[in-house]
């Protein structure tokens, strides 16, 4: 399927590694002009010569950190009117909630919450004005199904959740849509940094969690990138004007819930 994005710029957050970076890809594959960003130069300077390598796209790269005001700052200036936004950040660390003193929280909510929310705020007028524009916010399966030991993500992308429903309704009528992704159990940094510490809660070795979180998922594997990458490039897609405000699991059938 053509997914009539030939000719788009898209900002995709937090996408030097992950599934940030298998969304970029998806959409330079697309024709797509994709700006990366990232913490670090390297890191981002090898997702950028891949996804150009794999494309023929020329990728540009912004190096900053989203979670700031000023990395937010530096990314307005180098593309001010993305058609297509794809929010996205690490994850906090998981715990117990009896450990996070009030700064975790806070930046929690920064991470998570507040800097998709201002993301949105600087590039939703100039889409509406365009009659086009994509925003995807990559949160997590945790919102439909909280993970016990994630609490400070449950929390706070749950709250962009609630805001994005309220919001996504007021701007639809202008072509403008925006929608959640949630991963479930993908193969990622992410994934293996709970693995371990689940692990050393229980005195476990990483393989048996790893193996018995595998086992346990109905498709009997965790997710690859690339698949939450062409999900992601779907609902940037022309064709998707009539789908937002929702919140989308990709879990391997995970999430045991009938809605």
Same mark, same amino acid.
């Given at each position: 399927?053509?997914?009539?994005?030939?000719?788009?710029?898209?900002?995709?957050?937090?996408?030097?590694?992950?599934?940030?970076?298998?969304?970029? +890809?998806?959409?330079?594959?697309?024709?797509?002009?994709?700006?990366?960003?990232?913490? $670090? #130069?390297?890191?981002?300077?090898?997702?950028?010569?891949?996804? *150009?390598?794999?494309?023929?796209?020329?990728?540009?790269?912004?190096?900053?950190?989203?979670?700031? #005001?000023?990395?937010?700052?530096?990314?307005? &200036? @180098?593309?001010? !009117?993305?058609?297509?936004?794809?929010?996205?950040?690490?994850?906090?660390?998981?715990?117990?909630?009896?450990?996070? @003193?009030?700064? /975790?929280?806070?930046?929690?909510?920064? %991470?998570?919450?507040? @800097?998709?929310?201002?993301?949105?705020?600087?590039?939703?007028?100039?889409?509406? &004005?365009?009659?086009?524009?994509?925003?995807?916010?990559? $949160?997590?399966?945790?919102? =439909? /199904?909280?993970?016990?030991?994630?609490?400070?993500?449950?929390? /706070?992308?749950?709250?962009?959740?609630?805001?994005?429903?309220?919001?996504?309704? %007021?701007?639809?009528? =202008?072509?403008? $849509?925006? !929608? !959640?992704?949630?991963?479930?159990?993908? #193969?990622?940094?992410?994934?293996? /940094?709970?693995?371990? +510490?689940?692990?050393? %809660?229980?005195?476990?070795?990483? #393989?048996?969690?790893?193996? &018995?979180?595998?086992?346990?998922?109905?498709? =009997?594997?965790?997710? *690859?990138?690339? &698949?939450?990458?062409?999900?992601?490039? +779907?609902?940037?897609?022309?064709?998707?004007?009539?789908?937002?405000? *929702?919140?989308?699991?990709?879990?391997?059938?995970? +999430?045991?819930? $009938?809605?």
């Amino acid at each position: 399927m053509d997914l009539g994005l030939e000719g788009r710029t898209a900002l995709v957050c937090a996408s030097s590694r992950g599934l940030g970076r298998a969304c970029a +890809y998806s959409l330079a594959r697309e024709g797509v002009h994709v700006i990366l960003n990232g913490r $670090t #130069e390297a890191t981002l300077l090898d997702a950028a010569q891949e996804i *150009q390598a794999l494309t023929g796209r020329t990728v540009h790269t912004v190096v900053a950190d989203v979670r700031s #005001e000023a990395g937010r700052q530096a990314l307005y &200036e @180098a593309c001010p !009117n993305p058609d297509i936004l794809i929010n996205n950040a690490g994850g906090p660390p998981p715990g117990d909630f009896r450990e996070w @003193a009030h700064d /975790a929280w806070i930046a929690a909510l920064e %991470q998570n919450m507040l @800097a998709p929310i201002f993301m949105i705020k600087h590039v939703i007028d100039g889409m509406l &004005e365009r009659e086009f524009g994509r925003i995807v916010n990559i $949160t997590s399966a945790a919102v =439909k /199904a909280p993970i016990p030991t994630l609490g400070l993500s449950n929390g /706070a992308r749950s709250g962009l959740t609630g805001f994005v429903a309220g919001l996504a309704r %007021q701007v639809v009528h =202008k072509n403008v $849509t925006i !929608n !959640n992704l949630l991963p479930g159990p993908f #193969e990622t940094e992410r994934l293996r /940094a709970n693995i371990d +510490y689940v692990a050393k %809660q229980q005195s476990a070795s990483f #393989e048996k969690i790893y193996e &018995e979180r595998k086992q346990s998922n109905p498709a =009997k594997r965790f997710g *690859q990138a690339e &698949e939450f990458g062409d999900a992601c490039a +779907y609902l940037c897609a022309a064709q998707s004007g009539f789908m937002t405000g *929702q919140n989308i699991v990709l879990d391997g059938g995970h +999430y045991p819930g $009938t809605l």
